[in-house]
């Protein structure tokens, strides 16, 4: 079947702007969550959802970064009033549920790039 | 909070040959999953193997195996006969078992690896 897909591949945007990313899940998987991989920072986790709930935002870095996720499918995270500091490959990674005993399934990522 | 090390940014290896990868972590946790992931120039991250902290048995698969030493709180990752394929950006990573952690993965900072023809 198909994994997961992330879309857009590469986005270029002007700082300041806002930016949609995109998740697709894999069909059937409860568990979603979004990670950021920069230089500066590595990898790192943002936020995870169970269904369309997101408990814990604790891992969003600023109030400016937000996430929601409809139907227990698509998720979008968004980024408003874009920094330079953004830039990053941004990975969503979806389970079957949200237990550490579950494989997380990685898409390839969108690479973020604010000029 | 638990944290996660890789010390050698780098390793390079002769194809063929084998490599050891190391990892060190720190938790108070007494339960807990650790994994190495690939991640080739493509960007996807794929998982190569996973460890339960429960069971004393190295785990392996095919070409990959790992030593872990709990007391320690070490997890190296041993590449057997090492081929082309392999040439990736490896990390190591750790979830807590139980508590409120939810399977969010804490990650290394990576260690790249380059196979030689």
């Known amino acids: 079947g198909a994994g997961v897909s992330q879309s857009p591949s590469n986005k270029v945007t002007e700082k300041g702007k806002d930016v949609e990313l995109r998740c697709d899940p894999i069909?059937?998987?409860?568990?979603l969550y979004w990670y950021r991989q920069s230089l500066g920072q590595g990898l790192e986790f943002l936020i995870y959802f169970q269904g369309n709930s997101a408990p814990d935002k604790s891992g969003l870095p600023s109030d400016r970064f937000s996430a929601e996720r409809t139907g227990g499918s698509v998720s979008t995270l968004t980024i408003q009033r874009t920094q330079q500091e953004d830039s990053a490959v941004y990975l969503c990674a979806s389970s079957l549920e949200l237990a550490a005993e579950y494989e997380q399934y990685f898409g390839p990522g969108t690479r973020l790039t604010v000029t | 909070a638990q944290t996660v090390t890789q010390s050698q940014p780098e390793m390079s290896v002769q194809e063929a040959e084998t490599v050891t990868l190391s990892c060190t972590y720190d938790?108070?946790?007494?339960?807990?999953?650790l994994f190495w992931y690939k991640q080739p120039p493509s960007r996807q991250m794929i998982l190569v193997i996973r460890q339960e902290a429960y069971k004393q048995q190295n785990a392996t698969e095919n070409r990959f195996s790992v030593n872990f030493q709990k007391a320690a709180k070490s997890f190296s990752l041993k590449i057997s006969d090492s081929q082309l394929g392999d040439t990736a950006m490896y990390f190591c990573a750790f979830t807590d078992a139980g508590g409120t952690s939810y399977g969010k993965l804490t990650f290394g900072q990576g260690t790249i690896l380059t196979v030689h023809p």
């Open positions: 938790t108070s946790e007494s339960n807990y999953y």
């Open positions: 069909s059937g998987h409860t568990a």
